[in-house]
């Protein structure tokens, strides 16, 4: 099983920051890797695809970029609706498998 | 646009089998997975299992014997049972649509499982 690290837990920043959000595999995923965004109550959103591809109706802050073991989401401009926990996820061996999830809290 | 509404039982006890089921709204059935994701606070998010229309399964080795999918086309609607739980299997439990070689979207609004001893 291939088993995705997101450190740390938390980050605190300020609404207008840059966000730089880290996922790294245990073993080589190549680009089979997507970031979800999840907010309390509602159902997780699909954000990156492949590893850099924003999904649909996405906004263009939100970016990815990485491949193999280590991957970045970077949200360039926080805005107040961002603050929710990011998951990575990998499609490249089965079973499929999340990271434990990067909180983005309002410092 | 695609929907997912989900549907089941929220409470258990320890021992009994778990059932939810997953509707289908606005789009085709055919050429997907459709997935099960469960959420808890000690484990994350972790991938449960998938059928596709055709009826064939894969599930999590961690819950393998335990999980049985089915799907109904007629309906456009999957389902998920997960026999003799325990307090382990509290969580969110998700449906979700997957495209062959991509990703979970969209996803159902989730339902929350409580097992009690």
């Known amino acids: 099983e291939i088993v995705l690290t997101q450190s740390p837990a938390t980050l605190s920043f300020s609404p207008g920051e840059r966000a730089t959000l880290s996922c790294r595999a245990s073993?080589?995923?190549?680009?089979?890797l997507a970031w979800y965004q999840h907010k309390a109550g509602q159902a997780p959103r699909l954000l990156i695809s492949?590893?850099?591809n924003r999904a649909t109706g996405i906004p263009a802050r939100f970016s990815g970029s990485g491949s193999g073991t280590d991957f970045t989401l970077t949200i360039s401009s926080l805005e107040p609706e961002d603050f929710a926990v990011y998951y990575c996820q990998q499609r490249s061996n089965w079973p499929l498998t999340f990271g434990g999830g990067t909180e983005v809290e309002v410092k | 646009q695609v929907q997912l509404q989900q549907w089941g039982v929220g409470l258990l006890k320890s021992s009994e089998t778990l059932s939810l089921t997953c509707a289908v709204y606005?789009?085709?059935?055919?050429?997907?997975?459709w997935s099960w994701i469960r959420q808890s606070p000690e484990k994350g998010l972790e991938w449960v299992g998938e059928i596709t229309h055709s009826g064939s399964t894969y599930y999590n080795p961690s819950l393998n014997s335990r999980v049985t999918m089915s799907i109904d086309t007629s309906k456009n609607q999957f389902s998920l049972n997960l026999s003799s739980v325990t307090a382990a299997d509290t969580a969110i439990y998700y449906c979700?649509?997957?495209?062959?070689?991509?990703?979970?979207?969209?996803w159902g609004q989730g339902t929350l499982v409580t097992v009690s001893s």
């Open positions: 492949d590893a850099s």
């Open positions: 073993q080589s995923v190549g680009s089979s």
């Open positions: 979700a649509r997957r495209p062959r070689n991509s990703w979970f979207d969209p």
């Open positions: 606005g789009g085709s059935f055919s050429g997907y997975y």
